[in-house]
């Protein structure tokens, strides 16, 4: 069949991604290849450039690894997990082992949602843990539950962040979110296991805070 212009714009989005975040290794190995080529005499210089383009080989190497690594994941079986005690045992790990600011707001029942405990871990671990706090001072989190259309899930909403460039239709899509995210494919590793798990994974704009909601 013929592709529809929807997916040609998020191919086209993807590729953009990608291209932009190859483009840095691309370019510093270009430059130590071209100092190699002038003058191949000294040996300091030789042994850097080499040492230089190894590393930025590695570099690419390790991106590609970890986007294979994430779409290769597969789920462990589904159970009834307890989602809230789940995102404040996400949240008490977080502030032990990073400068961040997250809380969870009025939790009215211990809802309990089919899915596999470690891969519903690591989505919310992805969306509040990968975001770039270190970066990003003065900058809070509310964790709370979400409901639409009779569906039940969680909500992560970012206060005090600027989220303006990302669109409802790509925001999941690797390294488009890279100004706010650590790696840039948090977000896609987030989307992957709402695939995995059937769950709905949404942007959610509301004025001027920015969430990210999930639904069950």
């Known amino acids: 069949g013929v592709m529809n212009k929807e997916n040609h714009l998020l191919i086209e989005k993807l590729i953009r991604g990608l291209s932009h975040e190859l483009k840095n ?39 590609l690894e970890g986007l294979y690594k994430i779409f290769s994941m ?65 900058v809070s989190a509310v964790l709370e539950e979400y409901s639409d259309a009779g569906r039940h899930g969680f909500k992560v909403t970012f206060i005090g962040c600027d989220f303006s460039d990302l669109e409802s239709d790509s925001f999941y899509l690797p390294y488009v979110s890279k100004k706010n995210y650590t790696i840039g494919t948090e977000l896609y590793e987030a989307s992957v296991i709402a695939q995995l798990l059937d769950w709905d994974f949404k942007l959610i704009v509301e004025g001027k805070t920015t969430g990210f909601g999930v639904l069950c």
């Not at 430059?31 to 000294?42: I, K, V, W």
């Not at 996400?90 to 809802?111: F, H, Q, T, Y």
Request: some cysteine; overall charge neutral.
């Open 74 to 138: 597969k789920s462990g079986g589904l159970e009834p997990v307890p989602l809230m005690e789940c995102l404040e045992e996400v949240r008490r790990e977080l502030e032990n082992c990073c400068p961040c600011s997250i809380a969870i707001k009025d939790i009215k029942k211990p809802a309990r949602v089919n899915a596999d405990p470690v891969l519903l871990k690591k989505m919310v671990m992805a969306i509040t843990g990968g975001f770039d706090w270190a970066n990003n001072t003065g």
């Open 25 to 63: 290794p691309l370019t510093t190995m270009t430059g130590y290849a071209q100092l190699l080529g002038m003058d191949t005499s000294n040996i300091e210089l030789r042994n850097k450039s080499r040492e230089m383009i190894i590393q930025q080989v590695d570099r690419i190497d390790r991106m």
